[in-house]
Nanobody, 114 residues
Framework: QVQLVESGGGLVQAGGSLRLSCAAS????????MSWYRQAPGKQREVVAS???????SYADSLKGRFTISRDNAKNTVYLQMNSLKLEDTGVYYC????????WGQGTQVTVSS
């Protein structure tokens, strides 16, 4: 059974930082690409960043330079370091792995205040 469990969200002031974690189980973590998505209130879910099995990262154009995705295969965990947070970064952040279907975590709320 595939499980993705996110943690690390919270309330932070604009300009601050957060580090999200996603612990995966039920998959051979090291061979799978992992992704982070987010969904802002009233908006569609969008991809934030992805990382391949060999550690190559890609980002949404608007987030390059502020967010960093990384993975620790020994811990079956993918991370999202978010710096210089803006009000528009507020939303629910989801971990994703695409196998024969998409699997999602339950999400973690990130709220950026002014």
């Amino acid at each position: 059974q595939v499980q993705l469990v996110e943690s690390g969200g919270g309330l932070v002031q604009a300009g601050g930082s957060l580090r999200l974690s996603c612990a995966a189980s039920g998959i051979i973590f090291s061979i799978n690409a992992m992704s982070w998505y987010r969904q802002a209130p009233g908006k569609q879910r969008e991809v934030v960043a992805s990382i391949t099995s060999d550690g190559s990262a890609s980002y949404a154009d608007s987030l390059k330079g502020r967010f960093t995705i990384s993975r620790d295969n020994a811990k079956n965990t993918v991370y999202l370091q978010m710096n210089s947070l803006k009000l528009e970064d507020t939303g629910v952040y989801y971990c994703n792995v695409r196998l024969w279907i998409d699997y999602w975590g339950q999400g973690t709320q990130v709220t950026v205040s002014s």
